[in-house]
């Protein structure tokens, strides 16, 4: 089956820990992004990726990280530098470079700070 | 700063009546939009893209474009209580191709 892949589900996590969401996808795009959602509010960029080995920050990159060794892959890590990390993450797709090109979505992870 | 804006709503629609959602966007220069529903839990779901001024028919769904005015609508003929979601407005712009969301607007349609 082709689609986008997030894991895990639900991570909890302790304050002071860094955790990595994961992002795969089998379609064949080229370009990947992450999100976060706040409860009752829009999307917003953390970060994005172009080509491999590339990345640019979005609109909050502050206290996230993330690497894009492989087309296929594009992981996040939550560090301890993010304030507030409980929110929903999602990572989209998108085949290509023209603005006509719809992104696609994951099914997104949840992320909660104990 | 590129926005986009939507009505939040909630909006509340009785069953087989058609639901309008609106949006409009300050960045005179994007090119591409974007219809996403978004289920409770779950993650936004494409189900509309228009590209050039006028309306765009598929199914029960038909999005609409104004440049000019800079405003994009989707209407939902017959609607259905599995419609009841949130529906999120999407804009892409400049070089990078980003899409800026609006907050979205929440629909209940009420059987």
């Known amino acids: 089956d082709g689609g986008i892949t997030q894991s895990p589900k639900y991570l909890f996590r302790k304050e002071g820990q860094n955790v990595t969401l994961s992002c795969e996808q089998n379609?064949?795009?080229?370009?990947m992004y992450w999100y976060r959602q706040d409860p009752g509010q829009g999307l917003r960029l953390i970060y994005y990726s172009q080509i491999v080995n590339d990345f640019q920050k979005g609109d909050i990159a502050e206290g996230y990280s993330v690497s894009r060794e492989k087309k296929e892959s594009f992981p996040l890590t939550v560090t301890s530098a993010q304030k507030n990390p409980t929110a929903f993450y999602l990572c989209a797709s998108r085949w290509g470079d023209s603005g006509y090109n719809e992104q696609f979505f994951g099914p997104g992870t949840r992320l909660t700070v104990l | 700063q590129k926005e986009v804006e939507q009505n939040s709503g909630p909006l509340s629609v009785p069953e087989g009546a058609i639901a309008s959602l609106n949006c409009t966007y300050s960045?005179?220069?994007?090119?591409?939009f974007f219809w996403y529903r978004q289920y409770s839990g779950k993650s936004p779901e494409l189900i509309m893209s228009?590209?050039?001024?006028g309306d765009k028919e598929d199914g029960r769904f038909t999005a609409q474009l104004n440049k000019a005015s800079q405003y994009v609508s989707l209407l939902i003929r017959d609607s259905q209580p599995s419609d009841s979601a949130t529906y999120l407005c999407?804009?892409?712009?400049?070089?990078?191709?980003?899409?800026?969301f609006g907050s979205g607007t929440q629909l209940t349609v009420l059987p």
């Open positions: 999407a804009v892409i712009s400049g070089s990078a191709r980003q899409l800026t």
């Open positions: 228009i590209y050039s001024n």
């Open positions: 379609l064949n795009h080229d370009a």
């Open positions: 960045d005179r220069v994007s090119q591409s």
